[in-house]
């Protein structure tokens, strides 16, 4: 029993029984700068590798942009403490900030919808969405509660 | 707001990114961000609140559409 984990008990019952629907492999990269924002860094940090702890289909790797700037890139991650969640592809799924509440849940479902790569959507929206001719940057901005 | 990570999966073209307000008050400043959730197209087109499912595809087809 780590007295400082993140997560409760409760927490890691509810999400192991969650990612019972995992079926692909999932990568969580996290970005994190000591420099920037320490704290929120390192929370952030230990708070996904408590989550890849409860399924073996979850990996991380940590990146410091300021750092490891070839590897980070790509990513356009322009904020730490950040994640991006990765399946049979790159999604283009971010999350900046510590995902705490209602966006601890969302990062649960971005998971399970990168390991399965099949959006609870409907026909007519995934055939919408695959006929774009033009990049799609969608900002989802929320707080805890 | 779940249908946007859904939709970065039902599409190369789409990004999503979930953005902790509170964290980042510089980019909720410069976003306007009043209230939540808020949510930000191509810095073209936004909304505020939980739409359906059809409604959020409109708007990621007007930030698309020729102006």
């Known amino acids: 029993m780590n007295a400082m984990a993140i997560l409760t008990e409760r927490d890691r019952t509810a999400v192991r029984k969650e990612f019972e629907k995992l079926t692909g492999p999932v990568k969580l990269v996290v970005f994190s700068q000591e420099l920037v924002a320490g704290d929120l860094c390192r929370q952030n940090e230990q708070l996904v590798r408590e989550v890849a702890t409860l399924s073996d289909k979850l990996t991380v790797e940590v990146l410091n942009p300021a750092i490891d700037r070839e590897r980070a890139e790509p990513y356009r991650v322009d904020q730490v403490p950040a994640i991006a969640v990765e399946g049979a592809r790159a999604y283009g799924i971010r999350f900046y900030g510590i995902p705490s509440g209602y966006e601890f849940s969302n990062l649960i479902d971005s998971i399970i919808v990168a390991s399965t790569g099949e959006p609870a959507l409907s026909e007519e929206t995934k055939a919408s969405l695959q006929a774009l001719a033009e990049d799609v940057d969608i900002k989802v901005f929320s707080t805890p509660t | ?67």
Request: charged fraction near 20%; proline fraction near 6%.
């Open chain 2, 1 to 67: 707001m779940r249908l946007a990570q859904h939709m970065a999966v039902a599409s190369e073209r789409v990004r999503a990114t979930a953005i902790e307000a509170t964290e980042f008050p510089e980019l909720s400043r410069a976003y306007q961000v009043m209230g939540v959730p808020k949510v930000v197209i191509n810095d073209r087109v936004q909304f505020e609140g939980a739409v359906p499912e059809q409604d959020f595809l409109g708007a990621v087809l007007q930030a698309v559409a020729p102006a």
